[in-house]
């Protein structure tokens, strides 16, 4: 967790980069929306990484590995659909699809596929085929449970 939240900070590094993004989404409170779950993010990251003795032996570390899992696939969801919706040429059945791909990464908490999901996103001007699109986003997860939920969505 700690890996992808670093490569998203890396991303947006400074004040320029985060206005490129708000730009993008024509959302100019975007970091507004998303610092209380950002900062949730970094303190429970924070805490598993820390050179604690008390950490070291392995206090509960569930509680911190769910907030982080819990804030952080949500802001990628979010991110990722708003990012999504922008792109032209999209119909109802495309988001509803992608709506449906997104969401059910959302609840399995697969912060790894809508981590790829964002990056793909964030990388792209425009997307040419849709229905490629939407079959690389379904086969991204490699967390069985969502496998099994996206392949019962999409027979």
Not at 2 to 8: E, N, P, T
Request: hydrophobic content about 40%; charged content about 30%; some cysteine.
């Amino acid at each position: 967790m700690g890996i992808i939240y670093s490569a998203f900070r890396k991303l947006f590094p400074g004040k320029t980069e985060e206005v490129k993004l708000e730009k993008r989404l024509m959302n100019e409170k975007i970091w507004e929306e998303i610092s209380e779950d950002l900062e949730k993010v970094k303190r429970n990251i924070a805490v598993l990484s820390s050179n604690d003795a008390s950490m070291k032996k392995n206090v509960n570390k569930f509680p911190f590995l769910k907030e982080v899992t819990e804030h952080f696939s949500q802001v990628l969801y979010d991110l990722s659909m708003q990012m999504y919706i922008l792109f032209e040429g999209l119909d109802g059945r495309s988001i509803a699809n992608m709506t449906n791909i997104l969401s059910t990464y959302n609840e399995f908490r697969d912060c790894a596929s809508l981590w790829a999901a964002f990056s793909h996103y964030n990388s792209k001007t425009s997307l040419k085929n849709l229905s490629v699109n939407e079959k690389i986003m379904i086969e991204l997860t490699k967390e069985p449970r969502c496998k099994a939920r996206l392949k019962e969505l999409f027979k």
